[in-house]
Each structure stands twice: as C-alpha cells, then as structure tokens.
C-alpha cells in the first residue's frame, strides 16, 4: 500500500480502521459501537465494504456476521501514515515533525523521554539513517 493510499482514508474510515487496528477484528456492531457519534448500522457496514474494496480489510463470515481485519500490520500502518504525515506537513523533513512534538509538549520532558529519543537517534546513526 502506498503512502497516498496510506492517507486516503475519510475520517469516517480513519475511525473505522482505529477500531479495528485497536481490537485486532470487529464486526460492524463493535465497530459502531466504538466510535463516537456512529452513523447507522448500514453506513458502517457500507464503510466497510468500501474498505475491502480498497484493500484495507478482509473478512471472514462467522455464523450471519462478516469479522473484519486489517491487511496491513499495524506497525506498518503506523509507519507508512507517520512518513505520509512528516513528507506532506514538515517537506520530509524529521528534525523539523520532531521540533514540532517537542513543542506541543505539556509541561517538562520526561528524561527517560529525552534518553530514549537519544538512544534512538544514535541507533539511527550508526545504521547510517
């Protein structure tokens, strides 16, 4: 999946995949259930159908209810949607989506925080990233 498919998610779809990246699976009943002000039952499973169509989901029939699932591993999902996010809103830039966290921060930083991030960046580094 690329990372303009990546992004091409409604924020009715974007709810949708939330849900079930969060449980694994769902049927259409979680799925509604768990998002905030819902649609109707046959707009979730609509969305649904689109998602499938799309290539984000499969499913599988238990009894008279389609389970549905992620193709995608959530670790990629992240991955994909977090490169998609630094390249359209920072030039591809990570120096210039980390500053930004950094100032989003509410209070002081954490230092295990700091020293994690450290870590990571030295990790990176001699990986030749």
């Known amino acids: 999946m690329s990372p303009s498919e990546r992004s091409s998610f409604s924020r009715r779809e974007r709810q949708i995949m939330d849900v079930?990246?969060?449980?694994g699976e769902a049927?259409?009943?979680e799925v509604r259930e768990s998002i905030?002000?819902?649609?109707s039952y046959s707009a979730v499973r609509a969305t649904l159908r689109i998602l499938v169509d799309?290539?984000?989901?499969?499913?599988?029939?238990?009894?008279?209810?389609y389970v549905f699932r992620p193709t995608t591993p959530a670790g990629a999902a992240r991955s994909g949607?977090?490169?998609e996010l630094v390249r359209s809103f920072f030039g591809g830039s990570r120096s210039r989506a980390l500053a930004a966290?950094?100032?989003?921060?509410?209070g002081p930083l954490d230092p295990e925080e700091?020293?994690?991030?450290?870590?990571?960046?030295?990790?990176?580094?001699?990986e030749g990233r």
């Open 20 to 23: 079930i990246y969060a449980n």
């Open 101 to 106: 966290l950094l100032d989003e921060t509410d």
């Open 54 to 65: 799309k290539g984000h989901l499969e499913h599988r029939q238990e009894g008279p209810r």
């Open 81 to 83: 949607a977090l490169h």
């Open 114 to 126: 700091v020293e994690r991030m450290r870590e990571l960046i030295e990790h990176a580094r001699e």
């Open 36 to 39: 905030p002000s819902p649609p």
């Open 27 to 29: 049927t259409a009943a």
